[in-house]
């Protein structure tokens, strides 16, 4: 009777021992698996496809302190590229449970924060900004900041030029695109009529060369005609 009471309790033994070897194979095998599940939601988060990632990185989840980087990293998702601040929250308040104080707890604490208000904000009727955009909005800011100093710097040097260009008129003066009309007044003479237009009374033989058919003597002009000033 010893002996059958002893035999029992060794094959019991060795049946729970084998039965603690294969949980101990099984969680050998689940966390290769699991590491490559994480692999491949990286990825597909990388390649935008985050939808992919949000279900993979959920089937790698099983309630251990494995799971609190895998829950971080749905959260981010969830946040910055899904814009649910109520997913990310409940995924942050999982990371935070499961490692409490791990590297991240400080960050993950400050983004539960933050979450919160969106929320309130999401409730009050007022819009919610992610972090991804309003990265993309400081980048499209500064961009029109560049594009407008640029603009400016343009204009200010357009306005240079002109200013040059008045305080020196005789070297960038362009030439006139055409002849003008001038109406003899009483007393003008040639070199009266040159100073006027060209600033000088030496062009005067331009204006009677241009005039040859209406100008008799050069030193006579009679008031009310009209020359052609080249």
Known sequence: ????????????????????????????????????????????????DFLRAIGLYETALDGTARSADIHYKLALLYDDKMNDPLNALHHFKRCLTLNPNGARANEVKDFMKRDEIALLTNLSGDSVVTRAEAARLRNENLNLRKEIEARSSKLRSTTDKSQSRDAHPGKTAAKPSGNRTYVVQRGDTLFSISRKFYKSSARWKEIRDANKRKIDDPEKLEPGESLTIP
Do not use: H
């Open 1 to 48: 009777m010893f002996r059958s009471l002893q035999s029992l309790n060794t094959v019991a033994g060795a049946w729970l021992l084998s039965i603690l070897l294969a949980f101990a194979g099984c969680d050998r095998m689940v966390t290769p698996r699991n590491a490559q599940i994480v692999k491949d939601a990286d990825a597909k988060s990388a390649q935008g």
